[in-house]
């Protein structure tokens, strides 16, 4: 699982050394955040080698534009998801503009449908890795282990109402994945914990 | 009657089907009634449906070595990595993730058996995984030190200031056994590391004492190179996960340290009674030619290596390419040795015994035995 977002020192650092010039920084930053960012862009684009340029493409611009993250903004996570969400729903577009052209299979709604799709399900993931680890938590007991909400609470180690309130109170996080104006779906992804 | 407090209170376990069978008949009448808690319990049913399991895609580290070199290319940066902390800069990286990235908290409590060639015979010492990442944590301090840095070791009982001193303190110094809490330490200190000798790199004479001898910064990041590697192969054979060779560029680098180090490494077997005397002690002057082994490394980050079989003991001191010494050559080659990469590297990690290296031998046989003992006595615990 995801790490908690780092410390805004760390951020402010890491941006200034990036700044400077260091090339031991962009490591550091890589090895941070390679996984949230190929991750991501797996999850809308569903191809190793798409995933990998996007990859690419993110820590270049990071490493070229360090002094595009505004910290006051939030996290410098968060920045990094929010460029890779871009990019890889602008590529995904991209390509399935490029396949609509050429095979003239199906239609400009169905396009931006999978677009849409792909991209709140990006969105979804990112917001699952970055909820506070306690609403995490009880999500995956009562999802993937299919626990019931008592079950959660003994697991866990917290009252009924606590599991109820973590389950609900997580799906109320996760479900603002879908609140972006479809007509701009390469729009920001929310950023949870960023305010 | 269940009250619509408790009701909404239930919609998130409601939406996982994760209530008692009352309780779900109870919401869902409820929700045939109210408007906002129907609403609610819709966007929260569409919620799930976005849960997934993630997917536990491992990157290719390969891939690290890409997107990096890209980047440095379009903005070519104003502190470079020296090139020859890459390689401890990648073997680091790749032992943290995937390798320990993926390793369940029991997995960091399996046994692991660490092997060296103690100078006359094979030894071995048991830890656990995380005793490992100690153990790297422990002799890496040994170069942060060196450079001015924490010593992960302070504020613990001082023990020797060899590798395996410093190791032993840290284990018996730890009030329980070593538990994943380590990798973080460990991680920052190897990141710090690599950050450190990248502003100070150029001032080449720094050198780092490993109680006993001591190497220049540059091979002394070699050497951890070298180890992360081996002890990652050690603790992916714990847990029973695939590991890969280094970079062939980075092993490379690696065998020519191992080669610079053996001519002193002979020397000093030799004073000490465990390889057979030199053969040009009055013949060849200093500097001038003596006699040699071709040692050849087969595979990709092979070489070939001219040994100097008669190079004097250096003085508590593994310092390569002393001018004093006899100077290999290949007028003088008595021996030809051909390794595959991979064996090589085995017994310099003391994990093959000497005798049963898998080598190609032409000539001299003392002076092949010689160089292959000396080889697997480069190993330490």
Redesign the interface.
Same mark, same amino acid.
């Given at each position: 699982m995801a790490k908690e977002d780092a410390p805004p020192r760390w951020d402010r650092r890491m941006q200034q050394r990036l700044t400077h010039g260091e090339a031991a920084a962009l490591g550091e930053c890589y090895d941070r955040f390679a996984s949230l960012v190929h991750g991501l862009a797996h999850r809308v684009l569903g191809d190793e080698e798409a995933a990998d340029g996007i990859t690419r493409e993110v820590f270049a611009h990071v490493w070229q534009n360090p002094e595009a993250y505004d910290p006051k903004q939030g996290p410098l996570r968060s920045w990094v998801a929010m460029l890779t969400h871009r990019l890889a729903v602008q590529r995904l577009r991209a390509t399935e503009t490029a396949a609509l052209a050429r095979d003239a299979r199906g239609t400009p709604e169905e396009l931006e449908h999978k677009v849409r799709h792909a991209s709140v399900t990006a969105r979804a993931d990112y917001i699952v890795t970055s909820m506070p680890a306690p609403l995490r938590a009880a999500l995956e007991r009562a999802y993937f282990q299919r626990r019931d909400y008592r079950q959660t609470a003994t697991d866990l180690g917290i009252t009924e109402d606590e599991a109820r309130r973590r389950l609900r109170l997580g799906l109320q996080l996760l479900s603002t994945a879908y609140d972006t104006d479809p007509s701009e779906p390469d729009a920001a992804p929310d950023e949870p914990g960023a305010a | 009657m269940l009250e619509h407090r408790v009701l909404k209170?239930? &919609?998130?376990?409601w939406? &996982?089907a994760?209530?008692?069978a009352e309780e779900t008949a109870a919401v869902e009448v409820h929700l045939g009634g109210c408007g906002p808690c129907a609403d609610e319990a819709r /966007? =929260?049913r $569409?919620? !799930?449906g *976005? *849960?997934? #399991?993630? $997917?536990s895609?491992d &990157?290719d580290p390969a &891939? /690290?070595t890409? !997107? =990096?070199e890209?980047?440095?290319d #379009?903005?070519?940066? /104003? !502190?470079? =990595?020296p090139d020859w902390a890459a390689p401890y @800069?990648a073997e680091a990286?790749r032992l @943290?993730?995937p390798l320990l990235?993926d390793i369940g908290d029991a997995e960091w409590h399996a046994p692991v058996r660490l092997r060296w060639f103690d100078g006359r015979r094979p030894a071995s010492r048991r830890t656990t995984v995380a005793g490992v990442i100690a153990h790297l944590l422990a002799v890496d301090g040994l170069v942060a030190v060196a450079l001015g840095l924490d010593d992960p070791l302070a504020g613990r009982a001082a023990g020797s200031a060899t590798p395996r001193g410093r190791t032993e303190a840290y284990w018996r110094d730890s009030h329980f056994p070593p538990t994943r809490s380590v990798r973080v330490p460990w #991680?920052e200190q190897s990141?710090q590391l !690599? #950050?450190t000798v990248?502003f100070t790199g150029g001032a080449g004479k720094l050198s780092v004492p490993y109680g006993g001898f001591e190497l220049p910064l540059h091979d002394a990041m070699l050497d951890r190179a070298f180890e992360c590697w081996v002890h990652a192969e050690d603790i992916a054979g714990a847990v029973d996960y695939p590991y890969e060779p280094p970079a062939p560029r980075h092993l490379n680098r690696m065998i020519d340290l191992a080669a610079r180090l053996l001519p002193a490494v002979l020397a000093a077997r030799r004073r000490a009674g465990l390889a057979s005397p030199a053969r040009a002690r009055h013949l060849v002057p200093a500097g001038k030619p003596g006699r040699s082994l071709r040692l050849e490394i087969e595979g990709s980050g092979g070489g070939e290596w001219l040994i100097a079989l008669d190079a004097p003991a250096l003085s508590a001191s593994l310092e390569w390419g002393d001018p004093h010494g006899a100077v290999a050559s290949a007028e003088g080659e008595v021996a030809h040795v051909a390794l595959d990469g991979a064996e090589f590297c085995r017994l310099a990690a003391g994990h093959v015994p000497p005798e049963e290296a898998a080598a190609g031998q032409l000539g001299d046989r003392e002076a092949i035995r010689d160089v292959l003992f000396a080889a697997a006595s480069l190993s330490r615990m």
């Open positions: - | 209170s239930l &919609l998130g376990a939406a &996982l994760a209530c008692s /966007r =929260l $569409e919620a !799930v *976005l *849960l997934q #399991r993630p $997917e895609l &990157l &891939l /690290r890409r !997107v =990096l890209s980047c440095l #379009r903005r070519p940066p /104003r !502190v470079p =990595l @800069d990286a @943290d993730a990235q #991680r990141h !690599v #950050r990248s």
